[in-house]
């Protein structure tokens, strides 16, 4: 069984002609940029020049020299308005299909490509069919960010085909604060219930844990619903992290391990400060991972020392192969 990271965000500028953008227009933006690169041993002084090329690079070598076998690639779609508009002044950052399903072909095996498509899109139905030949695996959607609502009866056709097609859905769920949010409401998990119950297989993105203090926390509300669900799943992603790790204590346990499945957030800042802050790991865990060069495996290492299951690692690749 393949041990695979399910959430790492594919990034540009749009330097080698990718279509990428990060959105860079206020300070805290560029800080967040600068760190988020050294923290992924990237040099900033790439943005704007070279960061398409830098960036894949980087995660060819951390996935080859870590314990992994392979890890999901995200694309990340515009937000829309409810008629289908994009709203490109609202996005944090933007990564088209067509440069993930590249990049993922061009890394066959290493890489498995989570699009990302709006439903609200007048091409939304097309350009599922084009990335479903073209070999993805997942689809990736921020709700809140995005401006997605799963419940919008006119979405029903493009879910009866996510679920025809076996595409996980990965959908953030909690809080966030490194994007702007336009629906916060739409953190709560209990939005997923809507392609849950058309057939899709979910995964909820950060266990829907808090982000930021004054955020609601919805972990208890996510394993309510999981007794209905048995196709609904979470991450680990970014429980290494300061700010979320206060989910830990309430995923290491049943039904939650059952369903966990182990992603980084890469390029999100693998830190570990916050497992030790919380008595998850011990210092000397906490310094040892500070020697790991790649912050894939760094993640990987801190999971394993805080607990999380084996199964964690491979789960995904087990519910893989069932829609292949």
């Not at 694309?75 to 440069?99: C, M, R, W």
Request: include cysteine; proline fraction near 7%; charge should be negative.
């Amino acid at each position: 069984m393949r041990r695979i990271d399910c959430h790492v965000h594919l990034v540009g500028d749009g330097s080698s002609g990718s279509g990428c953008h990060i959105r860079m227009d206020w300070p805290h933006q560029r800080f967040l940029s600068r760190v988020m690169l050294r923290e992924a041993g990237i040099s900033p002084g790439v943005l704007g020049k070279d960061l398409d090329a830098a960036y894949v690079a980087r995660l060819v070598e951390q996935v080859t020299e870590s314990d992994l076998d392979t890890a999901v690639l995200l694309a990340q779609d515009l937000p829309h308005t409810e008629s289908g508009e994009p709203i490109p002044e609202k996005a944090g950052f933007f990564v088209p299909n067509d440069y993930l399903l590249d990049v993922c072909d061009q890394h066959p095996g290493l890489f498995l490509p989570a699009v990302s498509i709006h439903p609200a899109r007048p091409d939304a139905m097309d350009e599922l069919e084009r990335c479903i030949e073209r070999g993805a695996v997942m689809l990736k959607l921020l709700p809140n960010c995005l401006n997605v609502d799963y419940a919008d009866p006119r979405y029903r056709p493009f879910w009866e085909r996510v679920a025809e097609a076996g595409l996980i859905l990965l959908s953030h769920t909690g809080g966030e604060y490194t994007l702007p949010v336009l629906r916060p409401e739409f953190s709560d998990p209990r939005v997923l219930e809507a392609p849950l119950e058309i057939g899709v297989t979910a995964i909820a993105a950060h266990a829907a844990g808090r982000s930021g203090l004054w955020d609601p926390d919805y972990t208890h509300t996510l394993i309510e619903i999981f007794d209905r669900y048995p196709h609904l799943y979470a991450d680990n992603s970014a429980l290494c992290t300061l700010n979320r790790s206060h989910t830990i204590s309430k995923v290491l346990r049943e039904p939650v391990m059952s369903r966990l499945i182990h992603g980084s957030d890469f390029p999100v800042p693998v830190t570990g400060l916050g497992p030790l802050r919380f008595g998850h790991i011990t210092r000397e865990v906490w310094q040892r991972s500070r020697a790991d060069r790649h912050p894939l495996q760094r993640d990987l290492r801190l999971k394993r020392a805080i607990g999380f299951s084996d199964e964690t690692f491979t789960r995904l690749d087990g519910m893989l192969r069932k829609t292949s």
